[in-house]
Nanobody
Framework: QVQLVESGGGLVQVGGSLRLSCAAS????????MGWFRQTPGKEREFVAA????????VYADSAKGRFTISRDNAKNTVYLQMNSLKPEDTAVYYC?????????????????WGQGTQVTISS
């Protein structure tokens, strides 16, 4: 059974940093691109960042560029999202996801396996 488990969320002040992790089990992620999304109540899940299966290519939402960095360690079956210079509008539940072959990076429909999410709250 495929499981993606996010961790590292929490409460930080504006301008602070967090590093999210997504550990996979029951599934080897090394052959798949991976992504991070976020969601706030009443809104659709929003793309944040994605990384190719080997880590050579990354894509970011405009809101994440210059502040967030996605990376992966295939030996550990884990994907990371380093978030710096955090803003109140970054407050959300953050999800990692496994991109399906042929799926688009930017939309949730392009991903097949999802974690349960981790809450990130930025206080002003």
């Amino acid at each position: 059974q495929v499981q993606l488990v996010e961790s590292g969320g929490g409460l930080v002040q504006v301008g602070g940093s967090l590093r999210l992790s997504c550990a996979a089990s029951g599934h080897t992620i090394s052959s798949y691109a991976m992504g991070w999304f976020r969601q706030t109540p009443g809104k659709e899940r929003e793309f944040v960042a994605a990384i190719s299966w080997g880590g050579e290519s990354t894509v970011y939402a405009d809101s994440a560029k210059g502040r967030f960095t996605i990376s992966r360690d295939n030996a550990k079956n884990t994907v990371y999202l380093q978030m710096n210079s955090l803003k109140p509008e970054d407050t959300a539940v953050y999800y990692c996801a496994n991109k399906r072959p042929g799926g688009t990076y930017y939309y949730a429909t392009g991903y097949d396996y999802w974690g349960q999410g981790t809450q990130v709250t930025i206080s002003s």
